[in-house]
């Protein structure tokens, strides 16, 4: 594979680094000076809206988590549980107390309910063959989310800064997205020592490829509302023009592991796809008539 072997020391230690250099950003630390409260309102509310959602729904991650891996190893669970959680819910109460400021109504979450494919395939996950299949999905999903989190808030940093926003871009956005580049690599490093290990025989490499093709879901979209707001998040950050190479960024590590012999791809298509779905179910309007801007349930 060309690359250093990624051993499970090595895994230990960049976790123990990232709590180390990154702990949870104090919310006192925040300067909640905001100079247009009514402009970042117009341009960015529903992008700080989607984000503070997903950053507090880590609570039902966690759950999801602790079903999908019944035989998650101690590095796993040092990681999410003293790492990733304590690092994205002050992301969350941070994000929602500034939409707050923005007068804007707290984000609705739902941080209880474990959908029905994600319980169906947790307690296939008790069978080991399935549970490493599970454990490489995980990870691929998790360095898709956490890529995908810092083009966003790469985008709106220097979209706050545009609107002369600097307390929020300096104090908020850019502390967030300097954590969200260790949670990438953890999944990326964690997903790439499965493969250098050679843990999953051909046909779970086989599988994990079918599932991932059919249940890749971009972050936060759980139903066709939230699905639009995705596409609404991917329009006021200007990356509507730009799917292809967000799809190239946020698939990059599945597109090594599981699709390096697929020649021609360079994008999988199932990425591009659900893009151009969540722009499209918003430049429709929404997958349901709803006032713009007010408050809802999330699914
Ligand atoms: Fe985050
Ligand atoms: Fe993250």
């Known amino acids: 594979m060309g690359r250093a072997l990624v051993t499970q020391q090595a895994l230990h230690d960049h976790v123990l680094r990232l709590g180390q250099l990154h702990p949870p950003i104090p919310l006192g630390s925040v300067d909640r000076t905001v100079r247009r409260p009514d402009l970042v309102r117009d341009q960015f509310g529903p992008v700080v809206d989607y984000l503070a959602r997903v950053e507090l729904e880590v609570e039902r991650n966690v759950l999801e988590l602790l079903r999908l891996l019944p035989r998650a190893n101690e590095t796993d669970r040092m990681f999410y549980a003293e790492v990733w959680h304590p690092q994205e819910t002050h992301h969350g109460l941070i994000l929602d107390r500034l939409q707050q400021d923005l007068g804007r109504p707290p984000a609705t979450t739902d941080t209880r309910t474990v959908s029905a494919k994600i319980r169906v395939l947790g307690a296939l996950s008790h069978l080991r063959p399935v549970h490493e299949v599970t454990r490489l999905l995980y990870y691929l999903t998790g360095a898709a989310t956490e890529k995908s989190a810092v083009l966003a808030y790469t985008r709106l940093s220097a979209g706050m800064r545009r609107l002369g926003e600097t307390a929020i871009a ?28 050679r843990l999953l025989a051909p046909w779970q490499l086989h599988l994990a490829r079918v599932l991932r093709r059919r249940s890749f879901g971009l972050v936060g979209a759980n139903d066709r509302a939230q699905t639009a707001d995705f596409g609404a998040l991917v329009h006021r950050l200007e990356l509507t023009d730009e799917l292809p190479a967000y ?3 946020i698939s990059v590590v599945e597109r090594e592991l599981l ?15 659900a893009l151009e779905e969540a722009v499209d179910l918003h430049a429709k309007g929404g997958a349901t008539p709803r006032a713009t801007g007010g408050p809802r349930r999330s699914r």
Not at 185 to 194: C, D, K, T, V
Not at 259 to 273: D, I
């Open 247 to 249: 799809a190239h960024q």
């Open 259 to 273: 699709w390096a012999r697929h020649e021609g791809m360079h994008v999988p298509q199932y990425v591009l796809k």
């Open 170 to 197: 300096r104090t908020i956005i850019d502390p967030i997205k300097r954590q969200e580049p260790g949670h990438f690599a953890y999944y990326a490093l964690a997903a790439r020592s499965m493969m250098q290990h």
